[in-house]
């Protein structure tokens, strides 16, 4: 009997970052995707559709980790200096992309 060593097809390639991702979390139980990378961006995918939801440069360093934090809120962090700073950050409206930070 033959096997398929060929390795596994992607399902959905999501294209959204110009510079390497850094951290990566699932949130809201698994409906969207958090994506971190070297130059500070977050993309906030909607798994549903393979789209981002909101895109925004959260610091000017890489992104080192991010979750969640309640239903609206997304923690993100950053390296520097031995220490890890963080800001959070709420979505404006949906759908709008928009975001403000507290």
């Known amino acids: 009997m033959a096997t ?10 999501l294209r959204g970052h110009k510079a390497s991702i850094h951290a990566a979390a ?25 789209r981002p939801r909101a ?13 969640s934090w309640g ?7 950053v390296g520097c200096s031995g220490y890890l700073p963080f800001i959070i950050a709420t979505k404006a409206k949906a759908g709008t992309g928009g ?3 507290s």
């Open 4 to 13: 398929d060593d060929r390795p596994p097809q992607p399902k959905s390639i």
């Open 26 to 50: 699932f949130v809201r139980a698994n409906e969207r995707l958090l994506t971190g990378d070297a130059d500070g961006f977050v993309v906030a995918w909607d798994l549903t559709i393979m």
């Open 55 to 67: 895109v925004w440069r959260a610091h000017t360093n890489a992104i080192l980790g991010l979750d």
């Open 71 to 77: 239903h609206d809120r997304i923690i993100t962090y």
């Open 99 to 101: 975001t403000t930070s």
